[in-house]
Every structure is written in structure tokens, then in C-alpha cells.
């Protein structure tokens, strides 16, 4: 498995908490590398359009497209799961990996930006939730949510509903952050892990 090791992104934690479950990691941002990895996670934090500049100027958005059409798994992780959209309206205008169908924008609604905190997240019967109840609390950080995806497996609620997880074929991203969610977070991960 490949963690990217991105600038924009706590690698060591999302590191650490992969490993705790089992998960043979590497971390790599070499493009050649990554375009035959089975399986990826795409971690992030920070701004989207920093982020996707990053992977634009290492070729490591066409590797990741490389690998995702030869059968490879990913995992999206906060800013990374954003990342796997056609665009966000972060500070203008970005394009995204187009992965998936959808635009990031930001929270709306009555309560302070950014979130940081538990949320409850509803989810539909998934291997990436097996053991999770619909209903268990993860912990999010950010500013910016797609409001409803086609590719939508989990939702939650902060001044409004949006999307806490996808999966489309072998892509799957995570608004929240598995790695400080406690147990389910590692449940989650593991179930990434395990994923065939």
C-alpha cells in the first residue's frame, strides 16, 4: 500500500494508525510508483488548490488515474477525498481528479467555520463500514463539503447535510478523519485494508 506523501497532509499519523491496522505501508510521491500501486491513500489537509497543484506538478494526479484503471484501490482522506471531485470553489476555481461527480464548497448554514469536531455519520450497508453502525460519531476538520454525491455511501449533519463518504468501483474517499476517530476510524481503515 502506498500513503502519499504529500506536503499537504499529518503523514505521520494517517502513517502510524495504517499500520496499527495491518497495512503495509510505503510512503512514496514518485509518480512511476504510485501509477502501479494496488492500493493507495490520498491524505489531506489545508487547501485544495495547493494540493492538487502539488500532485499536477509531481504527475502524481495522472498516476493516480493510471493506477485507478488498472484495478488499484483508493482512499481519500479529508482534503484527498475533496481532492477525488471534478472541481472546488476554494478560493476561486480548481479542478479536481474528476474520480468522482461533484463540486466542493463551503459549509453553509448557521454554526462556526471551520467544523471541528464529532459528528454522527449515517451510513448505507458498505464493506468500508462493516462493523460500524450507522449512526457512530467520526471527527471532522474543515471548511469545505460536497453537498450531496452521486457516489454518496455516508452523510452527516453541521448546519446542513453533506457528504461524508463515496465509493465509486475501487474509489472511496472520507470526509472525516479516520485516524483520529478512535476506534471506528480504525475499524475503517481496516476494512479499507481488507478491501478486495
Given at each position: 500500500?502506498?500513503?502519499?506523501?504529500?506536503?499537504?497532509?499529518?503523514?505521520?499519523?494517517?502513517?502510524?494508525?495504517?499500520?496499527?491496522?495491518?497495512?503495509?505501508?510505503?510512503?512514496?510521491?514518485?509518480?512511476?510508483?504510485?501509477?502501479?500501486?494496488?492500493?493507495?491513500?490520498?491524505?489531506?489537509?489545508?487547501?485544495?488548490?495547493?494540493?492538487?497543484?502539488?500532485?499536477?506538478?509531481?504527475?502524481?494526479?495522472?498516476?493516480?488515474?493510471?493506477?485507478?484503471?488498472?484495478?488499484?484501490?483508493?482512499?481519500?482522506?479529508?482534503?484527498?477525498?475533496?481532492?477525488?471531485?471534478?472541481?472546488?470553489?476554494?478560493?476561486?476555481t480548481t479542478a479536481g481528479l474528476g474520480l468522482l461527480r461533484?463540486?466542493?464548497?463551503?459549509?453553509?448554514?448557521?454554526?462556526?467555520?471551520?467544523?471541528?469536531?464529532?459528528?454522527?455519520?449515517?451510513?448505507?450497508?458498505?464493506?468500508?463500514?462493516?462493523?460500524?453502525?450507522?449512526?457512530?460519531?467520526?471527527?471532522?476538520?474543515?471548511?469545505?463539503?460536497?453537498?450531496?454525491?452521486?457516489?454518496?455511501?455516508?452523510?452527516?449533519?453541521?448546519?446542513?447535510?453533506?457528504?461524508?463518504?463515496?465509493?465509486?468501483?475501487?474509489?472511496?474517499?472520507?470526509?472525516?478523519?479516520?485516524?483520529?476517530?478512535?476506534?471506528?476510524?480504525?475499524?475503517?481503515?481496516?476494512?479499507?485494508?481488507?478491501?478486495?
Amino acid at each position: 500500500m502506498i500513503l502519499i506523501d504529500s506536503p499537504y497532509a499529518n503523514i505521520a499519523n494517517i502513517a502510524r494508525a495504517l499500520r496499527a491496522c495491518g497495512g503495509d505501508v510505503k510512503l512514496s510521491a514518485d509518480a512511476a510508483s504510485i501509477a502501479t500501486a494496488r492500493k493507495i491513500v490520498l491524505p489531506g489537509v489545508g487547501s485544495f488548490a495547493a494540493a492538487m497543484k502539488w500532485l499536477r506538478e509531481r504527475s502524481i494526479d495522472d498516476a493516480i488515474r493510471t493506477a485507478i484503471s488498472n484495478g488499484a484501490s483508493l482512499l481519500g482522506i479529508c482534503v484527498g477525498h475533496q481532492l477525488l471531485f471534478d472541481a472546488s470553489h476554494e478560493m476561486g476555481t480548481t479542478a479536481g481528479l474528476g474520480l468522482l461527480r461533484g463540486e466542493v464548497e463551503t459549509l453553509r448554514g448557521p454554526l462556526p467555520v471551520p467544523q471541528i469536531g464529532w459528528n454522527r455519520v449515517k451510513s448505507v450497508d458498505h464493506p468500508l463500514f462493516a462493523g460500524i453502525a450507522s449512526g457512530t460519531p467520526f471527527y471532522f476538520v474543515h471548511s469545505y463539503a460536497v453537498a450531496k454525491a452521486e457516489s454518496e455511501i455516508a452523510r452527516t449533519e453541521y448546519g446542513g447535510t453533506f457528504t461524508a463518504a463515496v465509493q465509486r468501483a475501487r474509489v472511496c474517499g472520507v470526509q472525516f478523519h479516520p485516524e483520529k476517530s478512535s476506534v471506528a476510524g480504525l475499524q475503517l481503515l481496516r476494512n479499507f485494508i481488507a478491501w478486495n
